[in-house]
């Protein structure tokens, strides 16, 4: 099964700077999502993306998808401190999608 | 928003017991339930696909019977790890994905459930 791999591993930057997160896999995919988790919690869903689709926005959130590159990258604009989490990136292809998720990348945003 | 629940958010047991874990979608209907395992600061492994009414799938290297899995309806999935060992101890999470357009192409979470096998 392909896997998404986000990069970088770790981030950690001072509020109200920018958060860029990357992801890449490896076949085609049907779609791509974004998850965020909250230590110690469940994953909450933050975008989807179609593979037809090249750019979404969805508050300070904006995903890129370039099927290209096999990539998609994950844009938090002013980030707080709450925004402090792990970021999962999940492909999905075929006719299950079922989605298979990333390392993630581990947020940190300092007051 | 769709929401599922996951009972309990943790447990601590003795090695050579069974525990049980629930996941509830409780406003839709997940035709689909899908069941993860995740070690600390580590990606999501999927353990095992459930269909209502039918028997689970379970990914390479997954035991079973180790790991037995009920979807009796479409609104509840259980995970029960049999005859736990301390190497069982993770953090399980369960999602569902829904029967219609609106709740089927993403997943919804239950919050997981850290089990410690004394």
């Known amino acids: 099964s392909q896997q998404g791999e986000e990069d970088p591993q770790a981030l950690s930057i001072q509020e109200g700077e920018n958060a860029t997160m990357n992801c890449s896999y490896k076949t085609s995919i049907n779609n791509l999502q974004w998850y965020r988790q909250n230590s110690g919690r469940g994953l909450v869903h933050l975008i989807l993306i179609r593979s037809n689709e090249r750019e979404k926005h969805s508050g300070r959130l904006r995903v890129t998808l370039d099927t290209s590159k096999k990539s998609s990258s994950l844009l938090i604009t002013a980030s707080r401190a709450a925004d402090t989490a792990s970021y999962f990136c999940?492909?999905?292809?075929?006719?299950?999608?079922?989605?298979?998720f990333g390392r993630g990348t581990s947020l940190i945003v300092h007051p | 928003g769709a929401v599922v629940s996951q009972h309990p958010s943790w447990v601590i047991c003795k090695s050579g017991t069974s525990v049980k874990i629930e996941c509830r979608s409780l406003d839709f209907q997940a035709t689909t339930m899908f069941w993860y395992r995740q070690f600390p600061k580590q990606s999501l492994m999927l353990m095992a696909t459930s269909n209502e009414g039918s028997k689970a799938t379970y990914e390479q290297g997954v035991e079973k019977d180790k790991f037995l899995i009920n979807h009796a309806s479409l609104t509840l999935s259980t995970l029960t790890v049999t005859s736990a060992h301390p190497e069982d101890s993770s953090f399980y999470i369960c999602s569902a994905r829904g029967q219609f357009v609106a709740t089927n192409e993403k997943l919804f979470f239950g919050s997981g459930t850290q089990l410690s096998v004394l």
């Open positions: 999940a492909s999905s292809s075929g006719g299950s999608y079922i989605p298979t």
